[in-house]
Nanobody
Framework: VQLQAYGGGLVQAGGSLGLSCAAS????????MGWYRQAPGKERELVAR???????NYADSVKGRFSISRDNAKNTVYLQMNSLKPEDTAVYYC?????????????WGQGTEVTVSS
């Protein structure tokens, strides 16, 4: 099983950016999918998470600005980031709890960098 993240880049404060992450491989089902981020010198933190039923939760710092969604048919999770702030600058990692035919465990994407300039 692999998670491949797309998107990221450089954007000015107040701008928008979208991320996507597709899971591939021998997947039976995917439970939670989510996005985490890690800024330089800081620990990795949860940004947003979505269950396979569509329930979501967000970090307080991104509520009202970020939106997570998923396409179960494509095993893909999305993160739409609006009204970006310099403090959103970080490497963003997608995460999925995957039930495969041989295991059930968390998988992580390779990380994609988001830089917000002031």
């Amino acid at each position: 099983v692999q998670l491949q993240a797309y998107g990221g880049g450089l954007v000015q404060a107040g701008g928008s950016l979208g991320l996507s992450c597709a899971a591939s491989g021998s997947i039976f089902s995917i439970n939670n999918m989510g996005w985490y981020r890690q800024a330089p010198g800081k620990e990795r933190e949860l940004v947003a998470r979505i269950t396979n039923g569509g329930n979501t939760n967000y970090a307080d710092s991104v509520k009202g600005r970020f939106s997570i969604s998923r396409d179960n048919a494509k095993n893909t999770v999305y993160l739409q980031m609006n009204s970006l702030k310099p403090e959103d600058t970080a490497v963003y990692y997608c995460n999925a709890y995957v039930v495969s035919y041989v295991s059930r465990r968390d998988y992580w994407g390779q990380g994609t960098e988001v830089t917000v300039s002031s």
